[in-house]
């Protein structure tokens, strides 16, 4: 892929924003946080238009709680379109933190996220949604 220069007019207090966070996070250069920011808002888009996609979904829950390792486990083996992998952590002794891959259409995976992140005894569940990488550079 050639590389493209081309210059963009930014009020200097945004610049300036910017390039503290630029230097805060540690990245390199201002360019590799401007592509960064552009891939951010294009996995988004992904997303957004319903595309074929990929993520995570983590879940906190206590083992003790009554039927939520099963359901969870049930819930996955309906979903084998999408769930990619699965790991269990034994967190400690009541805790167990669960972090599903996935991949497929957003919506679906939406779906499968909010039916775990929902179900009664998850403490806490999210979903990191990414992207395929197959449109991103
Ligand atoms: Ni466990």
């Known amino acids: 892929?050639?590389?493209?220069?081309?210059?963009?007019?930014?009020?200097?207090?945004?610049?300036?924003?910017?390039?503290?966070?630029?230097?805060a996070q540690g990245y390199a250069n201002r360019s590799e946080a401007i592509r960064d920011a552009m891939r951010s808002r294009l996995v988004r888009q992904e997303w957004e238009k319903g595309d074929e996609v990929a993520g995570v979904i983590t879940l906190l829950y206590d083992h003790h709680r009554h039927g939520v390792s099963e359901a969870l486990t049930e819930i996955q083996h309906h979903a084998l379109a999408e769930v990619i992998s699965a790991t269990h952590v034994h967190v400690?002794?009541?805790n167990c933190l669960e972090?599903?891959?996935v991949r497929g259409?957003?919506?679906?995976?939406?779906?499968?996220?909010?039916r775990?992140?929902?179900?009664?005894?998850v403490k806490h569940g999210a979903l990191t949604a990414t992207s395929t990488g197959k449109k991103l550079r």
């Open 116 to 121: 775990m992140i929902s179900l009664k005894g």
């Open 92 to 94: 400690d002794e009541d």
């Open 99 to 101: 972090f599903v891959a």
């Open 1 to 23: 892929m050639p590389l493209v220069r081309f210059s963009v007019s930014i009020d200097q207090e945004l610049v300036e924003a910017f390039d503290s966070l630029v230097e």
């Open 105 to 114: 259409e957003a919506r679906a995976i939406e779906k499968l996220a909010d």
